[in-house]
């Protein structure tokens, strides 16, 4: 049974408190509230479910190259509304978390239990205007408890660069206030190490391109040490890599050490989600399966066993038969047609079939009659095979949107900017021996003496393969201007296997699990790329969509925000 903290379980645990809390205008909160600590750490589960990191498996997975997608963000086609996050609803939120640090404050708690119930609340400010700066650059950013209504509407953008300072001094306060620990009730809360892990990411993105045009060595070096301080920190309080990269969203509670900074889900309390049913195939799930599948690009992005590239000459690719001899973590992101994927209620040797056959009057069908694939691969990231086919709609895995594997990548990447490239390949190496590549050339397939230029490619494409489909790929790409040196003007393909013609459907059908696709594929298939972006190639703007217009609503209700330079009108510089 899973037992986590109280924004999972409110209705078992408010209790007499219930009526106080649920309140809509936390001004109505007596003040003696503030001198209890169960009442207090009640306040602060309302304020994790709001404002914890939502659940976040394929998101913006459509906006980059990992699945197709048709969406304006691609083409370059966004108006200023498009991007709403930036809303009353949002301050209102941010509001309820300066009530916390304002009044605990003045209750009669001892200082320690203070420090502790205020470094939670600080995280959750943090995260909730680094997600805003990321999209908007410099925002208002308010640090009493305004009226968001009212009160707040003359307040001018902060400065981006203050922005990120006033996110970072939350951080360090909440990384000496907050345990290293938390007991089983209370899993999911924050701790200093999740502190530490975002403070890594916050400082990361504002070292790259997105925020630092000029690469300003110091902000590298700001993030390099960011980075290290949160390695240790973790490593000490007991975090690091899960030995089966399988395993990572599968193992839950204080027995996953590598979960830092997660949101917790739990079918008891109906606290769900249905990424299990949107990636699944329409035979062993509901009515999904056409979200988040692969591309072509995604698939030839793994490298091979012998952790070369498939374009190495040397990696023994083989084209036809492409899943063979695969990065492990391939087969725990990919499914392909013929693969072995078997859940609950499924025979142990089920197999996924998803290709296209000739009718007798010559027509190209799917064999799947129902939301077929859209790319010829299906999702498995974190998809949870024991779970049966009619409870895919309700998924309890929890969400990790920080994990150790994180703050080792991005200690790689600072270091490999900041001049030790040799301490990166020590950090890249650990994910790549985690997920049990050979290492056959003493580097777990990584090439020897590589520049910085070269180091930074191989860095960015380990994320890409390690973090496919959890909500990294798109901001990645955003925050290192990938779209213009890398996407604009391609188009995302899938592939179409097709079984020859000579074959008929329904006599294959017969023999099909029995059939050695590692050595007879090519007797029976044929591949051919399906185009997904078949109206126009990607056009992301860079860097206009580095950072996002100010809805046309904040602009008309508060005219001391300006809108961002590059946008109609725009004279904020989220630069500065």
Known sequence: MKRYIGYLATVILLGSCEDVLDKPDPNAITPALWSNEKQVTLYLNRLYDRSMPAQGFGANSANSDEAPGSGDTMYGRLTIDAIGNYSQPKYLDI?????????IEKGNLSREVKDMLQGQARVLRAWE?????????????????LNPYNDDLQMPRTKTSEAINIIIDDLD????????????????????????????????????????????????????????????????????????????????GNNNKEAIFKRPFDYSTNKIHTWENSVRPRVIGIDGGTNSNPTKQLVDAFPMANGLNITDPASRYDAVHYWKNRDPRFYSTIVYNGANYTVAGESADRKQWHYYYYT???????????????????TRKAVNTSIAKDRVKQTDTDWIEIRFAEVLLNLAEAANEVGKTNEAYVELSKIRSRAKIKNENGLYGLKANMSTGEMREAIMLERQIEFAFENKRYWDLRRRNLFEKKLNGTRRLGIRTILKRQYSHASFLSIRDTVKLDTKFGTY???????????????????????????KSILDRSPAVKQTQGWDNGSFNPYE
């Open 129 to 145: 205007y680094w997600e805003l700066v990321k999209l908007y650059g410099g925002i208002p950013m308010v640090l009493t408890a």
């Open 173 to 252: 306060k909440a990384i000496a206030a907050l345990p290293k620990s938390w007991g089983v009730s209370e899993y999911g809360r924050v701790t200093r190490g999740a502190a530490a892990a975002l403070k890594s990411r916050v400082l990361l993105y504002w070292a790259s391109p997105q925020f630092n045009p000029n690469n300003a060595s110091d902000r590298w070096e700001r993030a390099y040490t960011a980075s290290k301080n949160a390695k240790q920190l973790l490593e000490q309080d007991g975090y690091g890599l899960m030995p089966n990269f399988d395993q990572i969203f599968l193992v839950e």
């Open 360 to 378: 007798n009057d010559g027509k190209l069908v799917s064999t799947e009659t129902q939301n077929p694939t859209t790319t010829g691969f299906y």
């Open 525 to 551: 298939f044929t591949v051919e790329p399906w185009l997904k972006d078949d109206q126009s190639a990607i056009n992301y703007p860079q860097p206009k969509y580095n950072f996002f217009a100010i809805p």
């Open 95 to 103: 509001r309820e978390i300066n009530i916390a640090i304002e009044e």
